[in-house]
Protein backbone atom coordinates (compact mmCIF):
# COMPACT_ATOMS: atom_id res chain seq x y z
CA UNK A 1 0.00 0.00 0.00
CA UNK A 2 3.07 2.32 1.01
CA UNK A 3 4.91 1.42 -2.64
CA UNK A 4 1.08 2.60 -4.11
CA UNK A 5 1.43 5.79 -2.71
CA UNK A 6 4.49 6.70 -3.22
CA UNK A 7 4.61 6.24 -7.06
CA UNK A 8 1.86 7.94 -7.72
CA UNK A 9 3.15 10.61 -5.63
CA UNK A 10 6.02 10.69 -7.17
CA UNK A 11 4.63 10.81 -11.07
CA UNK A 12 2.29 14.12 -9.05
CA UNK A 13 5.11 15.80 -7.88
CA UNK A 14 7.03 15.22 -11.23
CA UNK A 15 3.91 16.64 -13.02
CA UNK A 16 4.05 19.42 -10.49
CA UNK A 17 7.39 20.21 -11.00
CA UNK A 18 7.50 20.30 -14.94
CA UNK A 19 4.98 22.87 -14.79
CA UNK A 20 6.32 25.19 -12.59
CA UNK A 21 10.13 24.77 -13.52
CA UNK A 22 8.75 25.36 -17.51
CA UNK A 23 10.00 28.63 -18.91
CA UNK A 24 10.49 30.45 -21.93
CA UNK A 25 14.35 30.38 -21.06
CA UNK A 26 14.49 26.43 -20.83
CA UNK A 27 11.59 25.46 -23.37
CA UNK A 28 14.14 25.86 -25.88
CA UNK A 29 15.75 22.39 -24.48
CA UNK A 30 12.73 20.82 -23.07
CA UNK A 31 9.85 21.09 -25.40
CA UNK A 32 9.88 18.47 -27.69
CA UNK A 33 9.22 20.01 -31.43
CA UNK A 34 9.94 23.27 -30.41
CA UNK A 35 13.72 22.84 -29.43
CA UNK A 36 13.95 20.93 -33.15
CA UNK A 37 12.58 24.47 -34.97
CA UNK A 38 14.82 26.66 -36.49
CA UNK A 39 15.12 29.85 -35.24
CA UNK A 40 12.79 31.44 -37.83
CA UNK A 41 9.72 29.29 -37.05
CA UNK A 42 10.87 30.10 -33.45
CA UNK A 43 10.45 33.08 -33.45
CA UNK A 44 6.67 32.97 -34.77
CA UNK A 45 5.65 30.67 -32.43
CA UNK A 46 3.41 31.67 -29.93
CA UNK A 47 5.83 30.38 -27.14
CA UNK A 48 3.99 32.54 -23.77
CA UNK A 49 0.37 30.99 -25.27
CA UNK A 50 1.67 27.85 -25.17
CA UNK A 51 3.25 28.02 -21.69
CA UNK A 52 0.08 29.18 -20.69
CA UNK A 53 -1.81 25.99 -21.79
CA UNK A 54 1.12 23.77 -21.30
CA UNK A 55 1.91 24.85 -17.31
CA UNK A 56 -1.52 24.58 -16.26
CA UNK A 57 -2.09 21.55 -17.97
CA UNK A 58 1.09 19.43 -16.30
CA UNK A 59 -0.10 21.68 -12.69
CA UNK A 60 -4.07 19.73 -13.02
CA UNK A 61 -2.33 16.35 -14.33
CA UNK A 62 -0.77 16.99 -10.77
CA UNK A 63 -3.60 17.22 -8.93
CA UNK A 64 -5.47 14.79 -11.27
CA UNK A 65 -3.59 11.83 -10.89
CA UNK A 66 -3.19 11.96 -7.14
CA UNK A 67 -6.67 12.40 -6.53
CA UNK A 68 -8.07 9.83 -8.88
CA UNK A 69 -5.69 7.25 -7.57
CA UNK A 70 -6.85 7.85 -3.92
CA UNK A 71 -10.73 7.89 -5.18
CA UNK A 72 -9.70 4.62 -7.16
CA UNK A 73 -8.15 3.27 -3.85
CA UNK A 74 -11.31 3.78 -1.27
CA UNK A 75 -13.58 2.45 -4.27
CA UNK A 76 -12.29 -0.77 -5.35
CA UNK A 77 -9.54 -3.02 -3.49
CA UNK A 78 -5.97 -2.70 -3.56
CA UNK A 79 -5.02 -4.70 -6.51
CA UNK A 80 -7.48 -3.67 -9.56
CA UNK A 81 -6.60 -0.02 -7.91
CA UNK A 82 -3.26 -0.20 -8.70
CA UNK A 83 -3.99 -2.24 -12.16
CA UNK A 84 -6.55 0.85 -13.60
Do not use: H
Amino acid sequence: MFGFFLSVGFVGLLYLAIGFFINKNNARYLLAGYNTMDEEKRQKFPIDDYLVFFKKFFIGMSFFSFLSAIFLFLLLAQDVAVLI
